[in-house]
Nanobody, 124 residues
Framework: VQLQASGGGLVQAGGSLRLSCAASGRSFSTYGMGWFRQAPGKERDFVAAITRAGGNTRYADSVKGRFSISRDNAKNTVYLQMIDLKPEDTAVYYC??????????????????WGQGTQVTVSS
């Protein structure tokens, strides 16, 4: 499984971005997918996750009401829509795949495949 994240950039506080993560392989619809982020000098933190068919989602408290995870299994892509961005959202954002359980895991260890990351910078 190969994951390619894109859509990051520089945005002012209050702005919006949509991240995309394209996956290779024919079994994308069986993967649970997650987004994580890592700021310099900090651990990789959970952001959001979605189940195989998209029927269940989970969010970190810090992003609830501002971020939305979704997926298009026909396009092998998962999205992270981010609105009302804040400087503390600045980080490298990674997508991850759980090909075995398809659950909304919040722990990085539950994911077996990772994308390369895309930088999101929010200026004040």
């Amino acid at each position: 499984v190969q994951l390619q994240a894109s859509g990051g950039g520089l945005v002012q506080a209050g702005g919006s971005l949509r991240l995309s993560c394209a996956a290779s392989g024919r079994s994308f619809s069986t993967y649970g997918m997650g987004w994580f982020r890592q700021a310099p000098g900090k651990e990789r933190d959970f952001v959001a996750a979605i189940t195989r068919a998209g029927g269940n989602t989970r969010y970190a408290d810090s992003v609830k009401g501002r971020f939305s995870i979704s997926r298009d299994n026909a396009k092998n892509t998962v999205y992270l829509q981010m609105i009302d961005l804040k400087p503390e959202d600045t980080a490298v954002y990674y997508c991850a795949a759980d090909p075995f359980y398809g659950n909304v895991w919040s722990a990085p260890r539950q994911y077996d495949y990772w994308g390369q990351g895309t930088q999101v910078t929010v200026s004040s």
